[in-house]
Nanobody, 126 residues
Framework: QVRLVESGGDSVQAGGSLKLSCEYS????????MGWFRQAPGKEREGVAT???????KYLDSVKGRFTVSRDRAENTLYLQMNNLQPEDTAVYYC????????????????????WGQGTQVTVSS
């Protein structure tokens, strides 16, 4: 079965950087569309960045230029490099995957993939 395991969450000060990792299994790198979602306290879940089978990416407007999503096919790992973190980036970050690039991959609000990791907490203080 599909398994997604995130790591790398931490507490940092504004302007700092973190790199999240997601080790995945249960599908090959040539089958799965993947990405990162987040949920802040009291807010809806939102898509942050997605990565296609062919290496195309999408980003939430508020993270463009600061976050970079990448995948290491040999290691079956998805990454999210986050630079210049701001307090509004505070959230639980989830690694996600699906075999189809539906509306969720295009970061349409309210659309979600089928597979989720357990989440990792990112806290940014001002």
């Amino acid at each position: 079965q599909v398994r997604l395991v995130e790591s790398g969450g931490d507490s940092v000060q504004a302007g700092g950087s973190l790199k999240l990792s997601c080790e995945y299994s249960g599908f090959s790198s040539y089958e799965g569309y993947m990405g990162w979602f987040r949920q802040a306290p009291g807010k809806e879940r939102e898509g942050v960045a997605t990565f296609s089978i062919g290496g195309n990416t999408k980003y939430l407007d508020s993270v463009k230029g600061r976050f970079t999503v990448s995948r290491d096919r040999a290691e079956n790992t998805l990454y999210l490099q986050m630079n210049n973190l701001q307090p509004e980036d505070t959230a639980v970050y989830y690694c996600v995957a699906d075999i189809a690039a539906g509306s969720w991959w295009y970061l349409q609000p309210g659309q979600f993939p089928n597979y989720w990791g357990q989440g990792t907490q990112v806290t940014v203080s001002s």
